[in-house]
């Protein structure tokens, strides 16, 4: 009996094993991680830099000068001051001047870190006005191969003149010479060391010694020389050399009332057919009122004819007739009217066509 209640106690004890062993859930297998792949570092490919080429730098202390309030005919100099900023070599290789501007460099070549002047000079007008000019450099600076440099100045009178112009006769007895007075406006003396005139025409009296801050001149015209080339006017200029600090010369125009009047001053032919004559009407008249005679006419190209010739008041009209020659494919046509004065003197009218 005892050996039976053993049996059965083993048999339970079995049994119970069994189920907890049914119940527990089987052990998960893990597997080991595998080590991840080394991939290998990208490939750098490095690029070889070139050296910056060495170059040259113009570099300009300013780019404008201004010569400020100067006298006529007075010489002044500006000036451009320069460096070679880059690490090569600088080379001017122009430099483009202006209208009245005077450019000079010592040389043309200037290593780096080295300094030059561009030196401007300016020759001032003889009469008041304003002046602005450019001057252009040119260099092998790749970044600015061209600098563009201005100028400016005001020519201002040191000097003052009367008559600022002069209106002269012809005849004789009206062609005395006028007075011609100069006053130093800055109060500074001055002498008088020249005296000309176009065609030299007019003359005057004074001692280069003498110094003063005014003076009053005599001109003398010379009638004769006036007049040769003053049948139908003339015109120039008197010059007036002075010693003044800044003002080295006065100019003052003249002009001369011609002998004669002419109208029109020219003939005018538009639309001309070629061999169709034009009749056209001119008056040659004095402006001093004096007679005179002609003594006979004539056409350079011989396409001008006198229809009529009379006298009226102070001098001739005349009736001419224009024959314009055959065209031959120009667009145009001269000639010369010719009138003989008695005495030897000519006047020339021109005559021009227009196909």
């Known amino acids: ?168 006769l012809l005849k004789d007895d009206q062609a005395g010479g006028p007075e011609i007075t100069l006053t130093s406006l800055d109060g500074k003396p001055f002498s008088i060391r020249q005296f000309r005139a176009s065609g030299d025409c007019m003359t005057a009296d004074f001692d280069p010694a003498v110094q003063a801050t005014k003076f009053v001149l005599k001109a003398k015209v010379d009638a004769e020389k006036l007049q040769r080339g003053a049948v139908t006017g003339t015109s120039g200029r008197i010059y007036i050399g002075l010693t003044h600090p800044e003002c080295g010369e006065v100019s003052i125009p003249f002009s001369a009332l011609p002998r004669f009047k002419i109208t029109p001053p020219q003939i005018i032919v538009l639309k001309a057919k070629p061999q169709t004559p034009v009749v056209r009407r001119l008056w040659v008249l004095s402006n001093y009122g004096e007679d005179f005679e002609i003594e006979s006419t004539s056409s350079q190209n011989n396409l001008v004819k006198v229809l009529g010739q009379k006298e009226v008041g102070s001098g001739y009209e005349f009736e001419v007739e224009i024959t314009p020659p055959d065209a031959q494919d120009q667009r145009r046509f001269n000639d010369a009217f010719v009138v003989n004065l008695a005495g030897g003197e000519k006047l020339t009218i021109m005559c021009r066509g227009f196909y």
């Not at 209640?5 to 859930?25: D, I, N, R, W, Y």
């Not at 500006?78 to 290789?93: K, M, S, V, Y």
């Not at 040389?107 to 030059?116: L, M, P, T, W």
């Open 1 to 168: 009996m005892r050996r039976y209640a053993m049996l059965l106690l083993a048999l339970t004890v079995s049994a119970v094993l069994l189920l907890e062993a049914g119940c527990q859930k089987p052990a998960e297998i893990t597997e080991e991680p595998k080590p991840a792949p080394v991939q290998s570092e990208p490939t750098v490919q490095t690029q070889k830099v070139e050296p910056a080429k060495p170059t040259p730098k113009i570099a300009f202390e300013k780019v404008i000068h201004d010569y400020g309030k100067v006298g006529p005919s007075t010489n002044n100099v500006g000036e451009f001051r320069f460096t070679n900023q880059g690490d090569a070599l600088l080379l001017i290789t122009g430099v483009k001047d202006c209208c009245g501007i005077k450019t000079s460099l010592q040389k043309r070549q200037y290593a780096s870190g080295e300094s030059g002047v561009l030196r401007a000079r300016w020759q001032a007008y003889s009469t008041p006005a304003t002046m602005r000019r450019q001057v252009y450099v040119y260099s092998n600076d790749p970044r600015r191969p061209e600098v563009t440099l201005t100028l400016k100045g005001q020519v201002v009178p040191k000097v003052a003149y009367q008559p600022t112009s002069l209106r002269l």
